[in-house]
């Protein structure tokens, strides 16, 4: 089993509809991250947790949410899914600053 | 403004041939640059790690170098195969207090023919 798992790993919606994505691992980290990629650029971080119930937004934080219950889960919402959200997004969890960051499979999801 | 650039933007090169890597930073400051490989429809995964201290590090037939005056690095793959087709990722994190804060290039996608 990877280490971190992410559910869905494709996903087709409408726009206005709500979006969950789900991210668990088993690492035994702190640190997890949701980025988005976009084709030929870089990845752009969402929004990051250090703990249960932190949360801190990254640069792209709008027309997101994140939620951590638990360390081991950190779910990414789109609350009214837009067409421009249609990107690869990634979840990622480190044990500690400037550590190695240890990425999902990703989850693609298109906005129609 | 913290930023990583990478060159070229892509590459195409027969197997067996060799390749470089570039990556530029103005991450300041610099706690460690590590580079990624990801294949296509996958996640990143790591390659190397470059401390302040190290000019060279090997991974098989992976080389990474860091000029830390001139904050540059570059990754060196040697006789090339075709699973090494994929985008190399440049990622450098910060120390002190941006700690914890990684900066990403845009990548580099190298394809590799037979």
């Known amino acids: 089993d990877a280490d971190v798992t992410q559910t869905p790993r494709n996903r087709i919606t409408k726009t206005g509809k709500r979006i969950m994505l789900e991210c668990s691992q088993t690492?035994?980290?702190?640190?997890m991250y949701w980025y988005r990629q976009d084709p030929g650029l870089g990845l752009r971080l969402i929004y990051y947790?250090?703990?249960?119930?932190?949360?801190n937004k990254g640069e792209i934080s709008d027309g997101y949410s994140v939620s951590r219950q638990a360390q081991a889960k950190f779910s990414l919402s789109l609350e009214s899914a837009i067409p421009n959200q249609t990107a690869l997004y990634f979840c990622?969890?480190?044990?500690?600053?400037?550590?190695?960051?240890?990425f999902g499979e990703g989850s693609r999801l298109t906005v129609l | 403004k913290n930023q990583v650039e990478q060159s070229p933007q892509s590459l195409i090169i027969l197997e067996g041939k060799n390749c470089t890597l570039q990556?530029?930073?103005?991450?300041?400051?610099?706690?460690?640059l590590r580079w990624y490989k990801q294949d296509t429809g996958r996640g990143p995964v790591s390659l190397t790690i470059?401390?302040?201290?190290?000019n060279t590090k090997s991974n098989g037939r992976y080389t990474a170098t860091l000029d830390a005056d001139t904050k540059q690095s570059s990754l060196h793959i040697t006789a090339s195969q075709l699973s090494d087709s994929a985008s190399y990722i440049c990622?450098?994190?910060?120390?002190?207090?941006?700690?914890?804060?990684?900066?990403f290039g845009d990548g580099t996608t190298l394809t590799v023919k037979p």
């Open positions: 990622a969890t480190r044990d500690r600053d400037a550590g190695e960051l240890f």
């Open positions: 690492k035994g980290h702190d640190r």
């Open positions: 947790s250090f703990d249960v119930k932190d949360i």
């Open positions: 990556c530029n930073y103005t991450v300041s400051p610099f706690s460690n």
């Open positions: 470059m401390t302040f201290s190290e």
């Open positions: 990622v450098v994190s910060a120390a002190g207090t941006n700690a914890g804060k990684s900066t």
